[in-house]
């Protein structure tokens, strides 16, 4: 549950990882590593950027990583789950903004007072932009190119998300940086994932590839949901990690079938 202290702000730490998965690190992979730096230049430009993928593969936790770093005091975050009216969209930036008082009630009013609030530097996050409507990323375009107004904005979002913007010339064309977040290439998962925690500190290569190979497929969710399995499994069971008790913890995900 949100609270009124936390509305708007960077989720915390320990929010990073599915599941709130215990023991695992955040670990620099390169797509965080170009988040970080899109984020950096976006924030000393004043600019649009937007960071896109499919679910799981990381976005939320490269975006909120690096703001944690570059501007934490800064950052503010709204994000919606069904289509936003741009009354929603108002409201929900008055109370990630932290403004005081009452919301007014006439839109002319509110807009300025938006504006006013935004004269600040903020970075405004808008988290699964993909369900914005068109009114909604207009509004928010009218905000950022208002002459007084020191915002930074990053869309993040999953299917549908860099559609969704591309098909608004007048925001697409204002947007500094794309970046798509892809699933992890197995080189870079071996690297990875005995890292991210210490239940595959010391395993063997060639299990971790194979269980890239047939469940994972480089995305960061489903290792951490094998993972969890993984961990309660040996907990039970009194094992260590092997290949029977791999292929029973990932059994549990849902396979998609191979295309012909």
Same mark, same amino acid.
């Given at each position: 549950?949100?609270?009124?202290?936390?509305?708007?702000?960077?989720?915390?730490? &320990?929010?990073?990882?599915?599941?709130?998965?215990?023991?695992?690190?955040?670990?620099?992979?390169? /797509?965080?590593?170009? /988040?970080?730096?899109?984020?950096?230049?976006? +924030?000393?430009?004043?600019?649009?950027?937007?960071?896109?993928?499919?679910?799981?593969?990381?976005?939320?936790?490269?975006?909120?990583?690096?703001?944690?770093?570059?501007?934490?005091?800064?950052?503010?975050? +709204?994000?919606?789950?069904?289509?936003?009216?741009? =009354?929603?969209?108002?409201?929900?930036?008055?109370?990630?903004?932290?403004?005081?008082?009452?919301?007014?009630?006439?839109?002319?009013? !509110?807009? =300025?007072? $938006?504006?006013?609030?935004?004269?600040?530097?903020?970075?405004?996050?808008?988290?699964?932009?993909?369900?914005?409507?068109?009114?909604?990323?207009?509004?928010? =375009?009218?905000?950022?190119?208002? %002459?007084?107004?020191?915002?930074?904005?990053? !869309?993040?979002?999953?299917?549908?998300?860099?559609?969704?913007?591309?098909?608004?010339?007048? $925001?697409?064309? &204002?947007?500094?940086?794309?970046?798509? %977040?892809?699933?992890?290439?197995?080189?870079?998962?071996?690297?990875? %994932?005995?890292?991210?925690?210490?239940?595959?500190?010391?395993?063997?290569?060639?299990?971790?590839?194979?269980?890239?190979?047939?469940?994972?497929?480089?995305? !960061?969710?489903?290792?951490?949901? %094998?993972?969890?399995?993984?961990?309660?499994?040996?907990?039970?069971?009194?094992? +260590?990690?092997?290949?029977? $008790?791999? &292929?029973?913890?990932?059994?549990?995900? &849902?396979?998609?079938?191979?295309?012909?």
């Amino acid at each position: 549950m949100v609270t009124a202290e936390r509305q708007g702000r960077l989720p915390r730490e &320990r929010e990073d990882h599915f599941m709130r998965l215990p023991g695992a690190q955040v670990v620099s992979t390169r /797509a965080l590593l170009m /988040a970080r730096e899109n984020i950096r230049a976006a +924030i000393e430009a004043r600019a649009m950027i937007c960071i896109y993928g499919q679910a799981g593969r990381g976005k939320s936790l490269a975006v909120n990583t690096s703001l944690r770093e570059l501007a934490p005091k800064l950052t503010r975050r +709204i994000q919606f789950r069904s289509r936003p009216s741009t =009354r929603d969209l108002r409201h929900e930036l008055f109370h990630a903004l932290g403004l005081q008082g009452r919301p007014p009630g006439h839109p002319i009013e !509110f807009d =300025r007072m $938006l504006r006013g609030a935004l004269e600040a530097t903020h970075v405004l996050v808008c988290d699964e932009a993909q369900w914005l409507s068109k009114m909604c990323f207009e509004y928010l =375009r009218y905000l950022w190119d208002d %002459i007084g107004s020191d915002l930074t904005i990053v !869309f993040t979002g999953g299917d549908g998300c860099f559609e969704m913007l591309q098909s608004e010339p007048m $925001l697409e064309s &204002r947007v500094y940086a794309w970046q798509e %977040i892809e699933p992890m290439p197995l080189e870079e998962v071996l690297t990875v %994932i005995p890292a991210f925690h210490p239940v595959w500190a010391d395993a063997d290569p060639d299990l971790i590839a194979m269980c890239d190979d047939e469940a994972a497929h480089g995305n !960061f969710r489903a290792w951490a949901k %094998i993972t969890h399995h993984l961990t309660a499994g040996m907990k039970e069971s009194g094992r +260590i990690l092997d290949e029977d $008790l791999l &292929r029973w913890s990932y059994s549990k995900l &849902r396979q998609r079938p191979l295309e012909p």
